[in-house]
RNA sequence: GGCCCCGUCGUCUAGCCUGGUCCAGGACACCACCCUUUCACGGUGGUGACGAGGGUUCGAAUCCCUCCGGGGUCACCA
């Protein structure tokens, strides 16, 4: 049986042989009343969409305590300690996305940003801090603190310094697996276990490069989970793991199990992708023993095991995990497709066929490829031609999975490359909202039913506080299906009223597509306010608005027409269409008013003088398809009223003016 | 390959713990029809699943076992 979480936190279990738990400070005052959760992020790029959701659940499990009237904290911590990938810009890109979403954080690094929506009418707010006095939240800043661990854990012989290259390590792990065998660690002969080894302790404080390793349990771990039930680590599946890189900085594992020690984490809520580690983890855990130093000045105050609950992983539609390395795969597979294509269409290998045509070596066309990415990518050439070259190079034959690599030859081949963080999905028009409630779906479910019987699946931030339970998160992995995403945020989107809707129009229009908003207001300052109930039905995103207006995006002069549909709609039947249009044209330009009610009302009155009449009512067909070639290019458009009244009557009868003449 | 986790429509899932009300409900997608000045929106209806095989039981999607399938993980990355 699962226990749920309110039971576990209540009552959390001692199992038999761990030591029960010792009162020290923070545990007399707040008793078992202080839930903290956290989101530890790794600050080597954009958030990625099962990242969000962690945060959500972790968030949701704090902000449900509260409403439960314990003392619930979701809190953030940078796990920075890859000194070679970690940036701070990447750190405040993931918080600044977090914001985003609406997802804030009571306990971890400051940041100033404007709430969920992105709307810039609200007033910016602080995000995290350091109530409890357990920072700093990066780990790189940390680094004295793991290293007295490191130190009390090496004396206490549960850690020793191990002195192997990874060159000899990568050696026996080859001959391992070509003797197809389980590669493990093995503990070097002079370890003993419970021993502090003062002879590699003292070569290690001499400066002899080293790691230092943690000394595995002999027997079982379990881990219980609050999401799957208990889970049995057989003894000798552990090896006596790296828990100090050589360049001092502590490993993951370690990092980890310290900080949410120390920072009182009571509840970790993390992706099944971390399940093999967390019996590393609890045998630390069983291992550690406070410092004085951190227990205001009392000894022998050991670790505590957190609350595990371990959510399912978000898969692709095919069923892998779903990943950052997703873009590059795209992006591989296009590059080569194309060459596909072209050497079937060309009969004869590519790069031959274009050395031959543009007399160009195979590392001449290579530059040649990479001068262009350079350029679209580099405008300023911090890197050199041949970084990019090797770059390329690596790429194309499947060594690198460089997003940066992937972007431009999306951009440069104008393919698009699929959402997978959620700045993708941000600048492709979703709504924060829709992200929340969307990835909330993945792996949980309120399991409630609406008054038709339906399940209840649109939900905002509150509701999920509210409803949030472990005890409903899903075991088995999900599939990011993007048509359900993109159906709920169509709907988000016509459901949103026009004011709010132009708000944020105007908003993303403004970030991501800056030129097309110039145009719309060059029309007119009410432009996006009229076009609004027109487009909200024709948009899934925000990026879809532009399809539907792009025939006002283009100037009068700019746009085209498409043969087919003026051969249907104007020149049919010895140009009736046309003739239509030329005097209706006459109509409009003696219209007093110029807006779309009225435009539309002298659409069905011409039609109707027409004698267009059925026993339905007025068909303003036969004009209006004509028309909307003749103002749009093509015979598809958003309706006449809004589409005319944005353009203006000077405008509209310019293009009526064109369409005719071009016949 | 070792270890671990998981397995209800194509997808997300409700139901499973507390067997019968389930010849399995909802949503997205798909199909058909209706609405319609185009494209959309919307409305109505439909196709569609308990991975397989054994048990237990009067009765199993629900309990047990085996098999099969999928995924995760095996770094001085987090």
Known sequence: MRPSDVSTLRTRPTPAGEQPPVPYT???????????????????GHLHIGGARSALFC??????????????????????????????????????????LGITWEDGPVLKSTPASGDANQETRTIGGDSRGVGPYFQAQRVAIYNAYVESLVKAGRAYPAFETTEELEARRKAAVAAKQTYRYERPADV????????????????????????APPGDIVVHDSILGDVRIAPGELDDLVIRKADGFPTYHFAVVIDDELMGVTHVLRAQEHLANTPR??????????????????????????????????CNMDGSKMSKRDKAKIARKFLRDAIDVIQK???????????????????????????????????????????????????????????EVASAIAEYFAISLPEIEIWDFRKSGYLPEVIINFIALLGWNPGMKDAAGKDVEKFDLPFIAEHFSLDRVGKSSAKFDRAKLLSFNGDAIAAMPDDEFVRRWRQWLSDYEPAALARLDSLGESTLKTLAPAVKPRAKTLRDTLKPIAFALATDEG??????????????????????????????????????????????????????????????????????????GVAVSPPLGESLAVLGKQSTLARIDRCLLAL
């Open 26 to 44: 923070r545990r007399t005052m707040a008793a078992q009343d202080l839930v903290v959760t956290r989101f530890a992020p790794s600050p080597t």
């Open 281 to 314: 983890h609890v045998a630390m855990q069983q291992a550690l023993v406070r410092l004085p130093e951190h227990t205001g000045g009392r000894s022998g105050v050991p670790f505590r095991t957190p609350v595990y609950g371990h959510m399912p992983v978000i």
């Open 559 to 632: 746009y085209q027409f498409d043969t087919a549909a003026l051969e249907k709609n104007l020149k049919a039947n010895g140009g009736a269409g046309a003739a239509l249009v030329r005097e209706f044209r006459g109509v409009l330009a003696a219209l007093a008013t110029w807006d779309a009610p009225a435009v539309h009302t002298a659409l069905e009155e011409f039609a109707k003088s027409k004698g267009f009449v059925t026993e339905k009512g007025v068909n303003v067909g036969p004009v209006a398809q004509p028309l909307r070639v003749a103002i749009a």
């Open 59 to 100: 968030w949701a499990f704090a902000a449900r305590a509260r409403l439960d009237g314990r003392d619930g904290r979701f809190m953030i911590r940078i796990e920075d300690t890859d000194q070679a990938r970690s940036s701070e810009e990447s750190a405040r890109g993931i918080l600044d996305d977090l914001a985003w």
């Open 345 to 403: 269409g060309a009969k004869q290998p590519l790069i031959p066929h274009l050395q031959k045509i543009t007399g160009m070596s195979r590392d001449q066309l290579f530059r040649a490829i990479v001068a262009v990415l350079d350029v679209q990518q580099d405008p300023v050439r911090t890197t050199s031609i041949d970084d990019r070259l090797s770059q390329l190079l690596m790429f194309e034959i499947g060594d690198s999975d460089s997003i």
């Open 192 to 215: 003993q276990p419970g021993v502090f080894n003062e002879a590699r302790w003292s070569r290690a404080l001499a400066g002899e490069r080293h790691v230092v390793r943690f000394v």
